[in-house]
């Protein structure tokens, strides 16, 4: 099919946006191996930004790794379910409770921070600990797994599905382990793609709730922004690239479907018999 100069305008404009959002991101984090950024690269390359992010601000790191790992799982637990009756039970009921459970997006990330602090703010052992950033991070991504699996369960006719399982002697808990988990696989993992970027990346929600032994990697990146040279910025930054990419590219990776073998179908042919003579 030959291609018109309309395909050749949006694809020329499509890379001057993907460049316009790239460059400044490719900039930084060549700053972050710069001797001295102002001077630029013939200043030399050096991984001296990088060992002092990593000497002053590692625990920053492991414990966002941490705060992201455990709220995918929560999520995860409460999210799948929640789905499913939602989907399995639609009605004007259903629609509320889903509104009532996307209101934490709606509402600005302080106001979250806020209302927590003031309603369990009381309880210092649980105020200072890190499960407290822990409920915020699952308030605010919980409508995001809720949302991609009941996408998925309501663009499949999962009931008839169980309703087959069901008539070969599935019980409930068997159904729902191989027959609805398989088939949303998609869906989970889509919410799970965007439960761990967001909960590594929050940061209103975060700086409201974090105390000083439970900085996590968005807190401490704004303070080596504010507090040190551009440099040290910059190279945190880069570590949080290297950090979340290869997440991402292996979430996304065991997220596509594998082709299927195609199964080897012999035909008997039939054979003539000459009768001897």
């Known amino acids: 099919m030959k291609r018109t100069s309309a395909f050749y305008s949006s694809l020329i404009f499509t890379l001057l946006v993907c460049a316009f959002l790239v460059i400044p991101v490719v900039m930084s984090m060549t700053a972050g191996v710069t001797v001295n950024y102002f001077v630029g690269i013939k200043s030399g390359l050096t991984i001296r930004w990088i060992m002092e992010v990593w000497e002053l601000y590692s625990e920053t790191i492991f414990l966002s790794l941490g705060l992201s790992i455990a709220c995918l799982v929560v999520t995860l637990i409460l999210g799948i379910p929640t789905a499913y009756v939602l989907a399995k039970k639609p009605g004007r009921v259903a629609r509320i409770i889903e509104e009532f459970l996307v209101l934490p997006i709606a509402i600005p ?157 012999i035909e008997d042919k039939p054979t003539l018999s000459v009768p001897k003579i």
């Open 109 to 265: 990330g302080l106001a979250i921070a806020l209302a927590l602090i003031i309603t369990y703010g009381g309880f210092r052992d649980f105020r200072t600990s890190w499960v407290f950033i822990l409920v915020g991070h699952v308030l605010y991504t919980f409508p995001f797994m809720v949302r991609s699996v009941l996408a998925i369960l309501s663009s499949i006719d999962f009931r008839t599905l169980e309703e087959g399982a069901a008539s070969l002697g599935a019980g409930f808990w068997q159904r729902f382990f191989t027959v609805i988990l398989p088939n949303i696989r998609s869906g989970i993992l889509a919410g799970s793609l965007m439960v761990i970027t967001l909960s590594i990346g929050e940061f209103n929600l975060t700086w409201m709730l974090h105390t000083p032994i439970t900085k996590t990697l968005p807190v401490g990146l704004a303070d080596a922004y504010a507090s040190m040279r551009l440099e040290v910025g910059s190279a945190y930054t880069l570590i949080f690239f290297v950090m979340i990419l290869p997440l991402l590219i292996a979430i996304q990776a065991y997220g596509n479907p594998k082709p299927r073998k195609k199964a080897n179908i």
